[in-house]
């Protein structure tokens, strides 16, 4: 089945500075890639997704980029802020049938300091 | 993402107790899901539904029942086969399971511990 790794699973950065979340895929039939912040002790909430007909998508200081070819997309944040310190999560479907279920990255922990 | 209601927020049980963890949303979303989340595992899928009197397991359905009467709800009932049920339950929902990108939705969740 689907699998989806997430690396790192913790980071952490300065105030200002950008940051990088990856993840990688195993199904190349998967054609839709959200991205879920998760504060402590909340419920995650979708950030920005992106689709397989789109290689990069851009929402203020979030963007992220799909390589379909090597089965990985990317999560970016600039700028970051104290307020970005979060647990971050991929995901992957296919989108299609019953096994159109989000398959989640095992999350990454954001550390903004100020 | 108020749509969806998760009761109770704090659950304790007792060993060999069943409990069962209530999930209403008022979105009109025909799929529903119920995903456990313990500390660096991410989100591991239990349960789904797709549409009322139907669901299908996920990928850690052992231990665990639920049942879709009606289609604004989804009880997860965690049943005393479940030997380590202590983890952080959260309940979501999509317009289909089917279909292209369809966003999933999550509830506060509910944290259910073992005494």
């Known amino acids: 089945g689907e699998n989806v790794e997430q690396h790192p699973s913790t980071l952490s950065v300065q105030e200002g500075d950008s940051a990088v979340i990856k993840c990688t895929y195993s199904?190349?039939?998967?054609?839709?890639f959200p991205w879920y912040k998760q504060e402590l002790g909340k419920r995650p909430q979708l950030i920005i997704d992106?689709?397989?007909?789109?290689g990069e998508k851009k929402d203020q200081r979030i963007a992220v980029t799909l390589n379909k070819t090597a089965k990985h997309f990317s999560l970016h944040i600039t700028e970051t802020q104290p307020e970005d310190s979060a647990v971050y999560f991929c995901?992957?479907?296919?989108?299609?049938?019953?096994?159109?279920?989000?398959?989640f990255g095992q999350g990454t922990t954001l550390q903004v300091k100020p | 993402d108020g749509g969806i209601t998760q009761s109770p927020k704090y659950l304790f049980r007792k060993e060999g107790q069943n409990v069962t963890l209530s999930c209403e949303q008022n979105?009109?979303?025909?799929?529903m899901y119920w995903y456990r989340q313990d500390p660096g595992q991410g989100l591991r899928l239990i349960y789904y539904?797709?549409?009322?009197?139907?669901?299908q397991k996920g990928d850690i359905a052992e231990g665990y029942s639920v049942s879709r009467e009606k289609k604004e709800s989804f009880p997860l009932t965690v049943t005393s086969a479940q030997k380590n049920p202590t983890a952080f339950y959260l309940c979501?929902?999509?317009?289909?399971?089917?279909?292209?990108?369809?966003?999933?939705?999550f509830g506060e969740g509910s944290w259910l511990t073992v005494v």
């Open positions: 539904s797709q549409i009322v009197n139907d669901f």
């Open positions: 199904d190349s039939a998967s054609n839709y």
């Open positions: 992106i689709r397989s007909n789109v």
């Open positions: 979105l009109n979303h025909d799929a």
């Open positions: 995901a992957a479907s296919k989108g299609t049938g019953n096994t159109g279920k989000l398959i």
């Open positions: 979501a929902s999509s317009i289909s399971v089917q279909g292209y990108g369809n966003t999933i939705y």
